[in-house]
């Protein structure tokens, strides 16, 4: 099993971004997932998640600005990021609670994607 972010970069502040995350490979089912981000110098924190029933949770930081969303079809999960600040700079990194074919329940990371926002 894969995951693969993309669709990180470069913008303004004030300005919009929508990150991806495929998963690929041996997969039964996707349940719970996640982003979260890692700036220089700080842990990784927990961004948004979002469950299967599409129930949604997100960090104070990005509520009212970030919207986690999935197509259970493309085995993606999407993180749509408006009003975007400085301080959103980051490597944003998916996580995926996956049930593989066989029955076994693993979590995956994604290699993350850069998101820098200038000032």
């Known amino acids: 099993v894969q995951l693969q972010a993309s669709g990180g970069g470069l913008v303004q502040a004030g300005g919009s971004l929508r990150v991806s995350c495929a998963a690929s490979g041996s997969i039964f089912s996707l349940n719970t997932m996640h982003w979260y981000r890692q700036a220089p110098g700080k842990q990784r924190e927990l961004v948004a998640t979002?469950?299967?029933?599409?129930?949604?949770i997100y960090a104070d930081s990005v509520k009212g600005r970030f919207t986690i969303s999935r197509d259970n079809a493309k085995n993606t999960v999407y993180l749509e990021m408006n009003g975007l600040k400085p301080e959103d700079t980051a490597g944003y990194y998916c996580?995926?609670?996956?049930?593989?074919?066989?029955?076994?329940?693993?979590?995956?990371w994604g290699q993350g994607t850069q998101v820098t926002v200038s000032s």
């Open positions: 996580k995926a609670d996956v049930v593989r074919v066989g029955g076994r329940r693993y979590d995956y």
């Open positions: 979002i469950a299967s029933n599409g129930n949604t």
